[in-house]
């Protein structure tokens, strides 16, 4: 059975959940809050806590709704949403890939996933998409959810969802093969 | 052919789609079709899972800076204190 430590959670678990919120939002102040907000919402409900999981995930647990909360809140802010798949820029007008986006042979996939430099690239590209295709990036692939709930959570339609998420998906490949896969003068 | 097999877009499109299992019956054998025969959106497939789960294992590399520490452990602090005050 697991139990709570309260006055250990910022030297146990405050690094790691700081780490996690980070690249998912993007901002150092607010994931320090939903740190904050995390430990205090831990707090006030621990009588909750039934000590079927670890400590470590229930808190993580309670960061990850702060961070879906977060993108509740702030798709309410308007943003024109595509209406219709148009990537002149990657395909030609009969839908074959175009030359200069075909995808290419990647030289480094045998370096470390968690290789430093390389999140730090793929940081960089996720921080080139645009707004929404950034937010449906982020829900699906470093939160893992599926389309339904992120449809959910940002308010917007399933058909903008497969544009948003296919587009996203596009440039985050064409990116990260032009600043990290194939970047020549590597380290 | 390109009725049987569909477009590198369609294709692109496709394999987002079936990852989520949203993808019906004729267009996943269309999409299988397509896959068979073009090695580059082969390529996109595997690339796109790479970063995935490349995507998935993102992590910030700095600690919290002692300000933040000092901040959260203020307000925790004052949590308690509300409670056995």
Not at chain 1, 66 to 71: F, L, N, T
Not at chain 1, 158 to 168: D, E, V
Request: charged share 35%; aromatic share 10%.
């Amino acid at each position: 059975m697991n139990v709570l430590n309260p006055d250990q959670w910022i030297d146990r678990f405050g690094d790691l959940l700081f780490q996690y919120a980070l690249p998912r939002v993007n901002d150092t102040l607010l994931a320090e809050d939903l740190v904050q907000d995390t430990f205090l919402s831990a707090y006030r409900s621990r009588s909750l806590f039934r000590g079927e999981t670890s400590e470590k995930n229930w808190l993580f647990t309670i960061l990850k709704r702060k961070i879906i909360d977060h993108y509740r809140k702030k798709s309410s802010a308007t943003e024109a949403l595509p209406e219709e798949i148009d990537e002149e820029e990657w395909f030609t007008e009969s839908g074959a890939w175009r030359p200069e986006t075909v995808p290419g042979r990647w030289e480094r996939v045998h370096e470390d996933l968690e290789n430093r430099e390389l999140a730090e690239t793929l940081e960089k590209c996720q921080n080139h998409l645009r707004e929404k295709q950034k937010q449906v990036y982020i829900l699906k692939y470093l939160e893992e959810m599926d389309g339904d709930e992120i449809c959910k959570v940002l308010g917007i339609s399933s058909s903008n969802y497969w544009i948003l998420i296919h587009r996203a998906r596009l440039q985050m490949r064409d990116c990260m093969e032009k600043h990290w896969f194939n970047k020549k003068n590597k380290k | 052919m390109k009725a049987v097999m569909g477009s590198c877009k369609e294709a692109t499109d496709w394999i987002s789609r079936q990852e989520e299992g949203k993808l019906g019956v004729r267009k996943r054998i269309q999409l299988w079709i397509h896959l068979r025969l073009c090695e580059v959106c082969r390529q996109f497939q595997w690339q796109s899972h790479m970063l995935g789960q490349a995507g998935k294992k993102l992590r910030g590399a700095d600690p919290l800076s002692d300000e933040a520490r000092k901040r959260i452990d203020d307000q925790l602090f004052n949590e308690k204190q509300k409670e056995s005050g």
